[in-house]
């Protein structure tokens, strides 16, 4: 029986085991075939406290890794592929295992939509990018291009005009599904502009970015467009198809928590991405598998507390 099971290790996961871990509940880390989360495909990140000369997101990943396996978590790198969390103890399956557990952490983020087109993945970390926040800093006075038409890519391209000397938003229709008053100022600034009714069908360029293969959608016609970067910005997935039927989830898959910690069924406890599809920052998501490994300590020693005194039969 495990005392804590946290599922992800992106910072929120590993961020619960390490308090988890330090307040000897040593816990089972299932962290997924691909250990890290989002940061694993980012290069330097500048906004994580307490590295003045940034740190590399796969590094600041290992080193999260290395603090939790030294208080004790141990690591597995496996998938959780079902879970039953109507049975008590609850329950996560893996390929191979079934482990009973009083507690569990979901951490197991969300993961940006990329647009699977030629050149893409190849140059991702070098010109495209899938977070303004984490990558819009290596593009001053460059032109950048923003693909999508919903708030995300508004937020992203209005965000970028603070270091791109140009951002363009190429969206595959004639209108913005943004909120208004996102698509207003996206209008209004005068670093911005924008390519209807058109789809990137490439991205150009060997060692970074250089420019993108366009379709017109209205004429077929097909264009190569000179650009420094490219942001994509169509969305994200939350990791959530495990726990459908399970948790109480929202209408875009998101986990439901009232309080940011707790989730529908008690004892399980939520983290990072896979429910705050709000700040998304690697800080916010540590921040929070704090919280959630601390509110499960509280439930665990409760439960203890609450447990009926041993008797001889059970010695
Ligand atoms: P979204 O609203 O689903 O918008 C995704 C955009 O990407 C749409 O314009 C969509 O085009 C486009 N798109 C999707 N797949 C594409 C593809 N393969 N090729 C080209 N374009 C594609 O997603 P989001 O912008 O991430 O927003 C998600 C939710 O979070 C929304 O409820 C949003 O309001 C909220 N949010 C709010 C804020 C804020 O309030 N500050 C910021 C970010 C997000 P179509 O229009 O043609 O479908």
Redesign the pocket.
């Known amino acids: 029986m495990e005392r804590i099971i946290v599922i992800g290790s992106g910072p929120a996961g590993l961020t619960a085991a390490i308090y988890a871990a330090r307040a000897n509940l040593r816990p089972l880390v299932l962290a997924g075939g691909l250990y890290g989360g989002q940061l694993m495909l980012t290069t330097d990140v500048e906004n994580y406290p307490g590295f003045p000369e940034g740190i590399l997101g796969p590094d600041l990943m290992t080193k999260l890794r290395e603090q939790a396996e030294r208080f004790g978590a141990r690591i597995l790198d496996v998938d959780a592929v079902s879970v039953d969390f109507t049975r008590s103890p609850l329950v996560v399956r893996t390929e191979e295992v079934e482990h009973d557990a009083k507690s569990v952490i979901v951490a197991t983020g969300a993961s940006a939509?990329w647009?699977?087109i030629p050149g893409e993945e190849k140059l991702r970390g070098r010109g495209v990018s899938s977070c303004a926040t984490c990558d819009g800093a290596f593009f001053k006075e460059r032109h950048i291009v923003v693909?999508?038409?919903?708030?995300?890519?508004?937020?992203e391209a209005l965000f970028l005009t603070r270091f791109g000397r140009r951002v363009t938003v190429?969206?595959?229709?004639e209108?913005?599904?943004?909120?208004k008053i996102?698509a207003e100022r996206a209008h209004a600034n005068p670093k911005v502009d924008f390519i209807w009714n058109t789809?990137?069908e490439r991205v150009l360029g060997d060692e970074h970015v250089t420019g993108l293969r366009l379709r017109n959608l209205r004429d077929d016609s097909l264009y190569d467009f000179d650009c420094d970067a490219l942001f994509v910005?169509?969305?994200?997935t939350p990791n959530t198809a495990v726990f459908r039927g399970q948790l109480d989830l929202d209408d875009?898959g998101y986990v439901r928590s009232p309080d940011g910690v707790s989730t529908s069924v008690e004892g399980v406890f939520v983290a990072g991405d896979v429910y705050d599809?709000?700040y998304r920052q690697a800080i916010t998501a540590a921040g929070s598998g704090c919280k959630a490994a601390m509110d499960a300590e509280k439930y665990l020693e409760a439960l203890e507390f609450a447990a009926p005194p041993l008797t001889a039969a059970d010695l």
């Open positions: 939509r647009l699977g693909v999508g038409g919903g708030d995300s890519a508004m937020e190429v969206h595959r229709r209108s913005l599904r943004a909120s996102m789809v990137v910005a169509i969305g994200h875009l599809h709000r």
